[in-house]
């Protein structure tokens, strides 16, 4: 089966700056990846995912890229806001998990001013 | 949010007793899940469906069980809740189409068994 692997698991940054976050998988056969974000007591939402047909999507100051080859994908947030304080995760599904996500162990991002 | 609730929110319950969570969605969609979230571990499934009456095991299902009637509901069940299953439950739902892995979360239910 598929496992995805988070780094860093905290993240430090200072207001206008760059976090990026990334993720390893195993299975050669996914082909999709999700961020979704948590903030503190609330659920976790889908803020953005690619599809292995693709190497990059931006929406606005995120962007994720994918590397098929060495099996990661990264989450890049451009000029932090202190509202992008939150828990990120990255998943994975593989073809023949059929619909089923692997979760990343999750990001702690704080946005200092 | 898309149309999806979960209750009770919060419980608090005793060793041995039985637990069941209730996930309600109005979106129609086929696909519902039970993911547990605890520190460290970000989610982990536990039980899914795809369909009515149709439910598969996921990675943490040992001491749970699942049960879907009805389109819109799914039910988590823990026969006999132990310390261990101290934890926030999220449901989730997704289409039974080609967007079938967009997965959208419920509010969650945190569970703490004493």
């Known amino acids: 089966g598929e496992n995805v692997e988070q780094h860093p698991s905290t993240l430090s940054v200072q207001e206008g700056d760059s976090a990026v976050i990334k993720c390893t998988y195993s299975d050669s056969a996914s082909n999709y990846f999700p ?3 948590q ?3 609330k659920r976790p939402q889908l803020i953005i995912d690619i599809r292995s047909n693709v190497g990059e999507k931006k929406d606005q100051r995120i962007a994720v890229t994918l590397n098929k080859t060495a099996k990661h994908f990264s989450l890049h947030i451009t000029e ?3 509202e992008d304080s939150a828990v990120y ?3 994975g599904r593989s073809t023949d998990s059929w619909g089923k996500l692997q979760f990343g ?3 702690q991002v704080v946005v200092t001013p | 949010d898309a149309g999806i609730t979960q209750s009770p929110r ?3 319950t005793e060793t041995g007793t039985p637990v069941t969570l209730r996930c309600h969605q109005t979106e129609n969609h086929r696909y519902m899940y039970w993911y547990r979230q605890d520190p460290g571990h970000g989610l982990r499934l536990i039980h899914y469906s795809y369909g009515v009456k149709d439910t598969d095991k996921g990675e943490v299902s040992d001491g749970y069980s699942v049960s879907r009637s009805k389109t819109e509901d799914f039910l988590l069940t823990l026969e006999s809740a132990t310390s261990s299953q101290t934890s926030v439950y999220f449901c989730a739902i997704s289409e039974s189409d080609g967007r079938a892995s967009e ?3 419920g509010p969650g239910t945190r569970l703490t068994v004493t």
């Open chain 1, 80 to 82: 932090t806001q202190p």
């Open chain 2, 103 to 105: 997965q959208y979360f």
């Open chain 1, 39 to 41: 903030e503190l007591g």
């Open chain 1, 105 to 107: 162990a999750g990001t």
């Open chain 1, 35 to 37: 961020w979704y974000k």
């Open chain 1, 89 to 91: 995760f990255c998943a």
């Open chain 2, 10 to 12: 919060h419980k608090v």
